[in-house]
């Protein structure tokens, strides 16, 4: 994916393979402290850009270029994939002159409908931080932290009959669908185990009725014995590639 970096109103491009010829690498530069997205995974879908928050501490005495930045890659530091269309960062917040260290905050924007972007970008990433020196040399490193990029759900409910006589059986249906990244579209997920959870009116908290497993179109379907009033919805709690997501809850009223 090509991308740019833009920090303090100043632009640098780069693309997976750097310009620069690899004796301009250069060490003397450390990142610390980095953290994406709150340690959370990136879950995307399928048209609106993610703009993902992340923090970082970089340490050095060199002179360098405005526009210091930590982003997902996979590969090599040097020839791999990085994953963003754009970043936007901070000037240096300077918390120790002497020994040249700096906190910095960015945005970094993922775009579901970029040409390079697909299913195929699911799954675990590396973090690196880079920064440009004075004299077109640079410095980048793997700062040991991975970051999980997920295809995002979409999980609906109904339950009826509405309202309903206690003791009846009650159908609970529903949709467990997730972004397709190469069509820019939701499926139906098929073969996944969904939770039926309750929360009966005055509780706090659900619990977990059933599990369901969703057919080959991604739709799920079960029936239930019900005694009293409360939300019935479907929860599904991800995997390595998809997010997970709840359904908005369906309140029935037992008689």
């Not at 970096?5 to 100043?10: E, F, I, K, P, T």
């Not at 703009?51 to 996979?74: C, E, I, N, Q, S």
């Not at 240096?92 to 697909?118: M, Q, S, T, W």
């Amino acid at each position: 994916m090509r991308s740019a970096l833009v920090a303090g109103g100043a632009a640098v491009a780069f693309t997976a393979v750097s310009a620069v010829p690899a004796e301009a690498a250069e060490g003397g530069v450390s990142f610390s402290n980095v953290k994406v997205n709150g340690g959370k995974p990136i879950v995307i879908g399928t048209k609106q850009q993610v703009v993902v928050h992340a923090t970082f501490r970089m340490t050095t005495k060199l002179r360098y270029d405005p526009g210091p930045a930590v982003y997902p890659y996979r590969g090599g530091l040097e020839s791999g994939e990085q994953l963003f269309e754009a970043i936007e960062g901070s000037n240096c917040k300077v918390l120790n002159r002497a020994k040249g260290i700096c906190d910095f905050e960015e945005r970094l924007y993922i775009n579901p409908r970029h040409l390079d972007f697909g299913n195929e970008d699911a799954g675990t990433w590396k973090t690196a931080g880079r920064v440009w020196l004075a004299g077109d040399a640079y410095d980048v490193d793997d700062v040991n932290l991975p970051l999980q990029i997920k295809r995002a759900t979409v999980v609906t409910v109904n339950a009826s009959p509405e309202p309903f006589r206690k003791g009846g059986t009650l159908t609970v249906t529903g949709k467990v669908t997730r972004a397709n990244w190469d069509t820019h579209k939701y499926q139906g997920y098929a073969g996944r185990t969904v939770s039926l959870q309750f929360k009966a009116a005055g509780a706090k908290a659900y619990t977990t009725a059933r599990k369901v497993k969703s057919d080959k179109t991604g739709v799920l379907r079960t029936t239930v014995k019900a005694t009293r009033s409360g939300t019935w919805r479907w929860v599904y709690y991800g995997n390595s590639t998809s997010g997970a997501k709840a359904s908005t809850g369906d309140y029935v009223v037992v008689r």
